[in-house]
Every structure is written in C-alpha cells, then in structure tokens.
Nanobody, 117 residues
C-alpha cells in the first residue's frame, strides 16, 4: 500500500505564504492526476489544485492566482505554493495521486494549515 507524505503546514499570518510538499514513494512518474485537496472543520473535502489526464490543471476559483502546484521529478515531490493566505483557507491539506499501474487513489495523512493573526 502506498501512502503519500505531506509536510510544510503550520501557522501563518494573513497575507503570508506557505509551501506544502508531497513526497511520493518510489518514483513520481508512477503517479498521474496528482494534486492537493483540503478539508476545513465541518466541511467536505474539496479540490484545491490538481493535474488532469490531459496534462492541464483544475483548480478552485477561490485559489486561482494565489495557489499553484509544481513537480520536482528529481526529488519525487509535488509542491503546493500558497500565497496571500487568508483565514478562510485554513484547513487540513491532503495530497492525492493516482497510481498508473493499479489506477488506485493514494492519499497522504494531511498537513494542517492555520491562518491567524
């Protein structure tokens, strides 16, 4: 069983930035449609930014222009860069990837992002 490893969460003031990291066991080339999701207290898990099968990206309207994802293939890592953070963005952020061989979804344990002054 494959579990992705997230890190980089923490406490940040409004307007600040964070970069979350998602490390993939083995090789990141074995995963497609990788992306980030989040779940705030009392709310459903929702898409933040994710890759598509066509090599494009889907993102929530609320984070366009603020959040972006990128791959570092050498480090087998997917990043989520978050800028201009607001309290409404506070949530547990989860990394997800789809294994190319099994087509199974794999999730990380989540990393907490708190935005507060």
């Amino acid at each position: 069983q494959v579990q992705l490893g997230e890190s980089g969460g923490g406490l940040v003031q409004p307007g600040g930035s964070l970069r979350l990291s998602c490390t993939v066991p083995g090789s990141i080339f074995g995963f497609g449609r990788m992306g980030w999701y989040r779940q705030a207290p009392g709310k459903q898990r929702e898409l933040v930014v994710a890759e598509t099968n066509g090599g494009r990206k889907n993102s929530a309207d609320s984070v366009k222009g603020r959040f972006s994802i990128s791959r570092d293939n050498a480090e087998n890592t997917l990043y989520l860069q978050m800028n201009s953070l607001k309290p409404k963005y506070a949530a547990v952020y989860y990394c997800r990837g789809v294994a190319a061989f099994s087509n199974a979804q794999h999730w990380g344990q989540g990393t907490q992002v708190t935005v507060s002054s």
